[in-house]
């Protein structure tokens, strides 16, 4: 290539010159520029958000607001943020599930798949009508098992924390008392009402729970989200 610049005609010169520069565009500039988007819009510690997996999720919400909420004109910045906000807590109980040292074991995995009431046909597991359903939805069976894992660790967690959280004397008192409020004067407190007041307090305390943990991740730098991604 040297020797044919340096003997070449001007022509010959312009002409390799031009052929370098097409080379470059295409197989540096096009190339390189796709190549060099980011495509992780969020870490939580060793887990990251892909673009595909905020954009399913913002799909999600969508449909829910128009299918359930009967809402055509949702703001986008309000998928956004519901898109973002569910997927740094789903990744953050995997974190804790990490933590925890929690494990699914290929037999839970099997369980859980098989007795998954989309993949079966007559009461049982259709392995074809499985392979189908997936390749419907433009998943592969291993991505799909992955992320039945990670589900299934989720919901470990979850019940560890749900197990671990109980009220204390103080707001268990503050339960008697709301539940003695909304009673009409002479009658007996409503045991049912009790139990549903009871619940709400326990949800709001686990709520908080993930809250916290998710805010100790954020000060010891482990949640990084990049806003101009989403």
């Known amino acids: 290539m040297i020797r044919l610049i340096r003997e070449g005609s001007p022509w010959v010169i312009k002409s390799v010159i031009l ?30 958000v892909s673009k595909e997996e905020y954009y399913r999720a913002k799909q999600r919400y969508y449909r829910l607001y128009r299918d359930q909420l009967k809402q055509e004109d949702v703001k986008d910045e309000t998928l956004q943020q ?46 074809e009508y499985y392979q189908r359903l997936l390749a419907a939805n433009r998943m592969k069976p291993n991505q799909y098992e992955q992320q039945r894992r990670n589900d299934l660790l989720i919901e470990k967690a ?10 204390t ?48 991740l954020r000060a010891r730098g482990d949640i990084t989200i990049h806003e101009e991604l989403l």
């Not at 097409?22 to 060793?46: C, D, K, L, R």
């Not at 979850?158 to 009220?167: F, H, K, M, P, Q």
């Not at 707001?171 to 709400?200: S, Y």
Request: net charge negative; hydrophobic share 45%.
């Open 19 to 48: 052929l370098i520069a097409v080379t470059f565009v295409i197989g540096m500039g096009w190339y390189g520029y796709e190549a060099s988007q980011p495509n992780t819009v969020a870490s939580i510690g060793p887990y990251t």
């Open 169 to 216: 004397p103080a707001e268990l008192q503050e339960v008697t008392d709301l539940n003695a409020r909304q009673t009409l004067d002479g009658a007996e407190p409503d045991a049912k009402v009790f139990e549903q007041i009871k619940m709400q307090f326990l949800l709001q305390k686990k709520q908080r729970a993930m809250q916290a943990f998710q805010a100790s």
């Open 158 to 167: 979850r019940l560890l924390v749900s197990e671990a959280t109980t009220l």
């Open 82 to 127: 519901l898109a973002i906000d569910g997927l740094v807590t789903k990744k953050s109980w995997q974190v804790l599930a990490d933590e925890f040292g929690l494990v699914v074991s290929p037999q839970e995995l099997h369980d859980a798949i098989v007795n998954q009431p989309d993949f079966q046909k007559d009461g049982e597991f259709n392995a």
